[in-house]
């Protein structure tokens, strides 16, 4: 019943996301960044490689700050 939840999708990213690039999560962020990875998440039956490696692989991922 957990996995059928969205919010599950999204807080599984957002952990990521604070733990390999910002612990800052700003609304820009979060729609740009962790809200597309979201669905694929969800796709991949919540296999977390493919979501690692599009955020590793991002343009955000080496931005400066």
């Known amino acids: 019943m957990i996995f059928a939840q969205i919010e599950t999708a999204r807080y599984i990213c957002r952990k ?3 733990w390999f690039c910002y612990y800052i999560i700003y609304e820009f962020t979060d729609a740009s ?7 694929p998440l ?3 039956q919540f296999e977390i490689k493919p979501v690692m490696r599009a955020l590793l692989f ?4 080496y931005s400066p700050l």
């Open 58 to 61: 991002s343009e955000h991922f």
């Open 33 to 39: 960044v962790i809200e597309p990875r979201v669905q």
């Open 42 to 44: 969800i796709e991949n």
């Open 16 to 18: 990521l996301y604070r």
